[in-house]
Nanobody
Framework: QVQLVESGGGLVQPGGSLRLSCAAS????????IRWYRQAPGKQREWVAI???????NYADSVKGRFTISRDNAKNTVYLQMNSLKPEDTAVYYC?????WGQGTQVTVSS
């Protein structure tokens, strides 16, 4: 059974940084593309970033240049490094593999 568990969210001031983690079990993450999504209050869930089975990555325009997705195969974990955070980045962040979603981790950017 595939499980994804996110962690690393919290409250941060504008301009700050956070690193989210997505720990996977039941799969070998290097064999799959993993995505991060986010959902802000009252808004639809939106795609944020993807890391493919090689090293290629892609990002939503809203986070390009500020967020970095990476993978540690030894830890079977995917990360989302978020820099230069803005209030509009406030959302619950989810990692995703096909039909499997984690429980989400809250990120709040506020002064």
């Amino acid at each position: 059974q595939v499980q994804l568990v996110e962690s690393g969210g919290g409250l941060v001031q504008p301009g700050g940084s956070l690193r989210l983690s997505c720990a996977a079990s039941g799969i070998i993450i290097s064999n799959y593309s993993i995505r991060w999504y986010r959902q802000a209050p009252g808004k639809q869930r939106e795609w944020v970033a993807i890391i493919n089975t090689g090293t290629s990555t892609n990002y939503a325009d809203s986070v390009k240049g500020r967020f970095t997705i990476s993978r540690d195969n030894a830890k079977n974990t995917v990360y989302l490094q978020m820099n230069s955070l803005k209030p509009e980045d406030t959302a619950v962040y989810y990692c995703n593999l096909r039909a499997t979603w984690g429980q989400g981790t809250q990120v709040t950017v506020s002064s």
